[in-house]
């Protein structure tokens, strides 16, 4: 199943966020800890150019915590790093002292001249990767437009954290084509693609097999079916309807219903804690599909 989405305000978000990059001192990249590569878009990239970045491993709680160990790592080679539960109060209280520690030299600066500086930074990430929660716990309020589909936020806002302290909610964007198959699923599973725009019954049957590869014990555990080695990959989506008792009229299975199950339940941390991706799997992550060659 090959995935493309790009909605037209996207580019029209881009081209503002260019815009306004230079009345920000830093950008906080928020990243969702289930797929933490493939939410590094290479347009943002460009966008940010030399700005220093905060990275940010949303919703750590529905995480492998040993791969997001990893990852957090990873990011923190050459930037700032740090993992948060978004929903969790008070759980982003650290952002605002790394974002104080990152930007000292200027606070330093403005205070040797009896200045009250104001700092402000820029929220970014793909659709429903948390940035809109997170500007909400830095608030303690629901400031931000927040909701569990992709492409919630529209346009930008400027949110007052804190006397001294502004932030910028971006919406969330993608890039125009996807270069990899695999990034673009894990956009998909994670709901940073709108699920109208997807065929849900063959993306439950692609995440089937790669939650495979990541434990046999998943599907088991969560929908008490007895799943074996050579059940086809079908038929593991038909016991998970079975389970579920999503049927039609007349008794047949109902696959968009089982399908959709699947997916929410992933999406809700239903399944357990699970990262799609390893440090390990970045080469084939960035490696540019055969098929998506041959579309140029």
Known sequence: ?????????????????????????????VLDSRAPFSCLNP????????????????????????KLDEWRKYFSRDNYCVTINSTASGSSKIIMTVVRQLLAKKI???AKKNIKVTLRFMVVGVPNCGKSTLINN???????????????????????????VEVMDTPGTLW???????????????????????????LSLDFIEELDKISPDILRDRYG?????????????????????????????????GAASLITDFRKGY????????????????????IEKQKK
């Open 108 to 110: 330093e600066k403005y």
């Open 176 to 202: 125009p084509a996807f270069n990899n198959n695999l990034v673009a699923h894990h956009l998909a599973y994670i709901g940073s693609i709108r699920d109208e725009v997807l065929d849900i019954p063959s």
């Open 225 to 257: 079916c007895d799943i074996e080695k050579s059940t086809t990959t079908l038929e593991k989506l038909e016991k998970i309807c079975l389970s579920r008792g999503h049927k039609l009229r007349g008794g047949e299975l109902d696959y968009d219903k």
């Open 43 to 66: 347009k943002l990239s460009q966008v940010i150019g030399s700005k220093p970045i905060i990275y940010v491993l949303s919703k750590a709680d529905m995480a492998d915590s040993a």
């Open 138 to 164: 830095l608030c303690g309020k629901a400031r931000a437009i927040t909701g569990n589909i992709a492409g919630v936020t529209r346009g930008k806002q400027w949110v007052r954290i804190e006397s001294g």
């Open 1 to 29: 199943m090959i995935i493309q989405w790009y909605p037209g305000h996207m580019n029209k978000a881009l081209k503002a966020m260019a815009d306004d990059i230079e009345k920000v001192d830093c950008i906080l990249y």
């Open 271 to 290: 399944l357990g804690k699970i990262t799609l991706e390893t440090v390990h799997d970045i080469p084939k992550l960035k490696k540019v599909d055969r």
